[in-house]
């Protein structure tokens, strides 16, 4: 579960190290160490922006990449697939959006602003991703472990919603007025605007053409093969985010 998950960091370089490095090292201490089989988090963001259109597993992005993230995910994922072709017994599973209590990312920070009655500034008209609970994901891993196809990637693809879909479901929920909406031209134009100073002067959080990129964009999967051949399943997101914001003592 090599993971660094940043957009618009000031560090980019931490994402090489950890996401294609840490993967390398460790699939291949995995493979030198003969160990009986891994499940290796890849990510439905190694497809990059889909621009709407349903993805499976066969699919393989040859383009550009809107992030770091993205982009370093991408080459785990193919370091992988490299380590399958040498002998290791390897499962991948790719999530996409995930949610749930204690989420330290900017979307848990996006959905505990909005339980408690603040507004935060998202798009109006955002991407789409595929959302699940974070204990769903969870049971996916374990599935991949036990029933996964050594070989094989299973795309742990929750409910599509946008990111003010989901945000308006929390207000709808908690009762507060949701976040303040954005429209999509105005992001565009900043994205227009600062990209030029991408890599010349220190840029960082939503103010980084990399976080205006991924605002924008779509990251949709099917779960149809994690359905069908590891029994996955992801709840209704609803049901979801009330169990999410109820954790966190806003709803009774």
């Given at each position: ?248 003592d806003v709803l009774p």
């Amino acid at each position: 579960m090599a993971g660094w998950y940043q957009i618009g960091s000031p560090t980019p370089e931490l994402g090489h190290q950890v996401n294609v490095v840490g993967t390398r090292n460790v699939l291949t201490a995995a493979l030198r160490a003969g160990t009986r089989k891994v499940v290796h988090t890849s990510t439905l963001a190694v497809n990059s922006d889909t621009g709407g259109a349903v993805r499976d597993e066969t699919y393989r992005h040859h383009g550009e990449h809107l992030s770091v993230y993205d982009r370093t995910k991408a080459q785990a994922h193919h370091i992988a697939d490299e380590l399958v072709a040498q002998g290791l017994p390897l499962v991948i599973v790719m999530p996409g959006g995930i949610y749930g209590p204690g989420d330290t990312s900017q979307v848990g920070g996006y959905v505990a602003q909005v339980a408690s009655g603040r507004r935060p500034l998202v798009p109006r008209h955002g991407g789409t991703l595929m959302w699940a609970h974070v204990e769903d994901v969870a049971a996916g891993h374990l599935l991949a472990m036990e029933r996964g196809r050594v070989g094989e990637s299973y795309m742990l693809a929750g409910e599509p919603a946008t990111l003010a879909e989901l945000l308006g479901t929390v207000a709808d929920l908690a009762g507060t007025k949701g976040p303040v909406l954005v429209p999509e031209t105005v992001l565009r134009l900043v994205g227009r605007v600062l990209g030029p100073l991408e890599g010349r002067v220190p840029l960082s959080g939503q103010y980084h053409p990399e976080t205006m990129r991924a605002a924008l964009a779509s990251y949709v999967g099917t779960a149809e093969k994690a359905r069908g051949e590891l029994g996955w399943r992801s709840r209704d997101l609803r049901d979801g985010l009330r169990q999410t914001i109820t954790a966190t003592d806003v709803l009774p």
